[in-house]
């Protein structure tokens, strides 16, 4: 009788209960290692969407609210999870969680993973850059793209030597049928053969909706049918509203909030746009191309390591209104363009980006450490 192997305890860490492309990831891959080698516990800072998907894959988690003032307490309760759930690895998200769980981990003598999933504004501060830089002396850093690994780099003074590259990864979808599409054009009120143009993302400055919608009246000229799509929730939505009805677009849009069947908004796209002005790895705009979705892009972040430009998508200049409209008109335009961008942008993230890669560069990380 062969005798089962004990699983070794990871506790995960997130500042942040999403919903976004970080936290997104940190559910994926909690769910995945849970699955495998590891049993995984998320540590929250605070409850929220990350919580309730993790629960849902079926992983653990532990809310760990961070208290105003001294944190002592904080660390006493963080410690005793480590203690009592034999924790043999800690792996933090993003700045506070990376700091608070590098310093519980040197006193618990445990290995510590932190990823950087972004461009988050820790480096205007120098006592953050110099957490940052102790922490990458004594534990290992992640970043999710080449350009974020220059962009630490040159920003908080740490060489690239101790920075490692871990691309954010997708499962491959399961293609909805042409019922499902139908349905859904028929939910949005969507005409048969208008074209249609979506973005998914949270409602935020960064995200650079307000370029998108300076862009479609150029647009609507050439294609009067255009229907833009934005899924997502948060600070923006009425300022945006505002926005469509004063360049009268308003009957052209549709603010759909935060909805939880992507895949099935993707099926009824010809365009997939990403119109931010900073990005670490979009985990929609991979989503969009493993969709095989035409992507336009703005050359910022990680974006530049997926599109290759006129060959698996377009990449535009950041707010800029006037290049958005142009690329979006020439793709609009031209039905094989789409299919081939389509077909480029799903070989390669394919190849390069899928999660279970993703998944087999932290376990070959953890092993290492462990």
């Known amino acids: 009788m062969v005798a089962e192997i004990q699983k070794q305890t990871a506790l995960h860490l997130s500042t942040s ?3 976004g492309g970080a936290e997104r ?3 994926s891959l909690a769910a995945a290692l849970n699955q495998q080698n590891y049993r995984v516990i998320v540590g929250l800072f605070r409850p929220g969407w990350l919580q309730d ?3 849902r894959l079926g992983v653990e988690t532990k809310l760990l609210p961070l208290p105003g003032g001294l944190q002592i307490g904080w660390f006493r309760d963080c410690l005793r999870l480590v203690h009592e759930e034999q ?5 933090a998200h993003e700045f506070s969680a990376v700091v608070f769980g590098w310093i519980v981990a040197r006193i618990a003598k445990v290995p510590f993973v932190g990823t950087i999933h972004g461009k988050n504004y820790y480096w205007e501060k120098f006592r953050r850059r110099l957490a940052y830089r102790i922490v990458s002396r004594y534990g290992r850093l992640i970043v999710v793209s080449e350009d974020l690994k220059r962009f630490v780099s040159q920003k908080v003074g740490i060489p690239e030597s101790r920075l490692q590259v871990i691309y954010n990864g997708v499962e491959l979808p399961v293609i909805d049928n042409a019922a499902s599409s139908q349905a859904c054009r028929a939910e949005l009120a969507l005409l048969e053969g208008s074209p249609v143009i979506g973005t998914v993302g949270s409602l935020y400055p960064v995200k650079g909706h307000r370029y998108l919608l300076d862009a479609l009246p150029a647009i609507l000229k050439r294609y009067p049918g255009v229907v833009l799509l934005i899924a997502g929730r948060g600070e923006l939505e009425l300022s945006l509203k505002e926005q469509a009805m004063r360049l009268g677009v308003e009957q052209h849009v549709r603010f759909l ?9 993707l099926s009824v796209m010809d365009v997939f746009v990403l119109p931010s002005l900073s990005e670490g790895l979009s985990m929609a705009l991979l989503e969009a191309m493993v969709s095989r979705k035409a992507v336009v892009a ?3 972040g990680g974006n530049s390591e997926l599109i290759d430009h006129g060959s698996t998508g377009f990449l535009v200049s950041a707010e800029n209104s006037n290049d958005l409209a142009d690329q979006l008109i020439k793709l609009l335009g031209n039905p094989e363009l789409i299919r081939d961008f389509g077909l480029a942008g799903a070989e390669l993230v394919h190849r390069r980006f899928s999660k279970a890669e993703m998944i087999s560069r932290y376990q070959t990380l953890y092993t290492s450490l462990l």
């Open 25 to 27: 990831v940190i559910s």
């Open 257 to 265: 909030g935060m909805r939880n069947d992507v895949q099935r908004l």
């Open 298 to 300: 703005t050359k910022v």
């Open 53 to 55: 998907e993790c629960e």
């Open 87 to 91: 924790v043999a690895i800690i792996h």
């Open 17 to 19: 209960s999403g919903p």
